[in-house]
């Protein structure tokens, strides 16, 4: 047996098939584990994403083999240039806000990827790793104590009227990968032989209420909402953007990444402020627009054409408010990726940190003695992992919606774009995992 493999495997069950589920589902297999994924949504399926995998990312792909494979599925992303809004400089001045001059920053290399490719490819491989997939299956938590974990199932195969829970299953641990918007908490208690048939609470009282992981900080701040240029719409190609390149307008109303997909549709994703002062705030296609506008490179007449699209014709994707906190953990359940935290995109992390808390909680299960109390080895585990480069995110999120920072900003990196190497290097340096190989048959 490979010294990677645990000692005695374990009934785990990934819920949720996004990148973070589906690294922790191949890294469990990888480590000897009996694994289940249940997925509610058919791939492939689009996802609100700005589709860029950063360096340290594909890192952490490169630990379960699968790194080269992506780059083939994607453009290699080499090359970033920011746009800033700045403030007016006149108060009488109401032309529409225009950004300045572009900034060229240097980034890690990277990869483009659609995500309808890059989580299907994954299932793929986690199906090929040894893990059983459930899909369209949706899941939810029924109970857990300090030894196993309840969980029910039914099919999610889009019909209209929900179907009734059909299974129910008991597991060694759950790893809950829902994203920001699923929802995975059961509402009644269904018996069973070994976990308690009452919601309980981690320190084993009952719990009547549904369910859950309660927040630190429950959802708030920007909201994401995104679509894609298809490669053959006329304005994918009036809108200059080499492949290759990333490219990020930042201003008052939030930010808006746009990047050159494989085949040459342009994944457009935007971080939208939720406030607003104004008694009726613009739709959030009106200030998507009114962002995309004011690239000095957009004419009036692509800005409108734009507009045009946006409100016509774009298939829109939305999430809800990005920053939150989860307590990531109670009895056998804990949470990774988006599911468990989430700053927002500024930086294009988050299927990076999705992806290392995929692998670092499978480590974590195969470490002895951290199968007791996991829950909270696992708290002390995510936090070491991203804790820095989160506070980084947010702290460079903050800064860039001050008007008069964008401006010190402008002024410095156009003359200096080395000023930023600490900030990319830092966002670029994830951990190191061990390789583990799939399971040899
Ligand atoms: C506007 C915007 C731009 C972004 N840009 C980037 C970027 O450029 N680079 C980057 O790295 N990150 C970016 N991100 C963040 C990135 O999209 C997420 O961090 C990443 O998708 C998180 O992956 P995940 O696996 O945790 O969740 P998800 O990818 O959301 O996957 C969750 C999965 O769980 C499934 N699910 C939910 N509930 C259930 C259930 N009860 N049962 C079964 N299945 C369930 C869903 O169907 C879904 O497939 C961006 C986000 C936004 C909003």
């Known amino acids: 047996m490979s010294p990677h493999f ?19 589902a191949i890294r469990f297999a990888h480590r000897g584990n009996e694994v289940t994924l249940a997925e509610r949504a058919s791939f492939p399926r689009e996802k609100i994403c700005g589709c860029c995998l950063g360096a ?46 572009e900034i060229h920053l240097p980034i890690a290399a990277g990869v483009a990827i659609a995500r309808s490719v890059l989580d299907t490819f994954l299932v793929e491989q986690a ?3 040894g893990v059983r997939p459930w899909q369209p299956y949706e899941a939810q938590i029924v109970s857990t104590d300090n030894n196993k974990t309840l969980v029910r199932y039914r099919s999610a195969d889009g019909s209209q009227k929900p179907h009734d829970w059909e299974l129910t299953d008991e597991f060694d641990l759950v790893v809950v990968a829902t994203g920001l918007s699923g ?46 240029l298809p490669s053959q ?21 939030g930010y808006v990444g746009l990047v050159r997909l494989p085949g040459g549709a342009i994944d457009i994703a935007a971080a939208l402020r939720t406030s607003s ?61 988006d599911c468990a935290g989430y700053v927002e995109p500024m930086t294009g992390e988050g299927m990076t940190w999705g992806i290392e ?8 299960w195969a470490k002895p003695g951290s199968q007791d109390d996991f829950a909270n080895h696992w708290h002390t585990r995510l936090r070491a992992l991203q804790q820095k480069r ?37 966002l670029a340096a994830g951990p190191t995992f061990a390789p583990t190989a799939s399971r040899m048959p």
């Open 6 to 24: 645990n000692a005695a495997p374990s009934r785990v069950l990934v819920i949720g098939g996004g990148v973070a589920g589906c690294a922790a």
């Open 56 to 101: 340290a990312g594909l890192r952490a792909l490169d630990a379960i083999g699968l790194a080269q494979s992506v780059r083939d599925l994607g453009v290699p992303t080499e090359r970033f240039t920011g746009y800033l809004q700045i403030p007016r400089l006149s108060p009488t001045n109401t032309a529409p806000r225009v950004c300045a001059s």
């Open 127 to 129: 199906r090929q790793a």
């Open 183 to 228: 929802d995975f908490s059961g509402s009644h208690s269904i018996p069973s032989s070994g976990a308690s048939n009452a919601n309980v609470n981690s320190d084993g009282s009952a719990n009547p209420r549904r369910w859950q992981l309660p927040w630190i900080q429950s959802p708030h701040g920007p909201f994401g909402i995104a679509a894609h």
């Open 233 to 253: 719409h006329p304005l994918a190609c009036d809108w200059r953007l080499d492949e290759g390149e990333i490219e990020m307008i930042c201003g008052d109303e």
């Open 277 to 337: 002062q104004q008694v009726r705030p613009p739709s959030p296609t009106e200030r998507l627009a009114a962002l995309l506008g004011s690239h000095p490179g957009c004419t009036d007449s692509l800005g409108e054409r734009i507009s045009d699209w946006l409100r016509s014709e774009a298939r829109l994707m939305t999430a809800p408010p990005l920053r939150r906190t989860r307590w990531p953990g109670r009895g056998r359940v804990v949470a990774i990726g």
């Open 357 to 364: 808390s995929g692998l670092a909680v499978a480590d974590l």
């Open 390 to 426: 989160r506070i980084l995110c947010g702290s460079v999120t903050r800064a860039l919606r001050s008007p008069g920072l964008r401006r010190a900003a402008h002024f410095s990196l156009t003359r200096a774009p080395w000023l930023a190497m600490p900030i990319t290097r830092s």
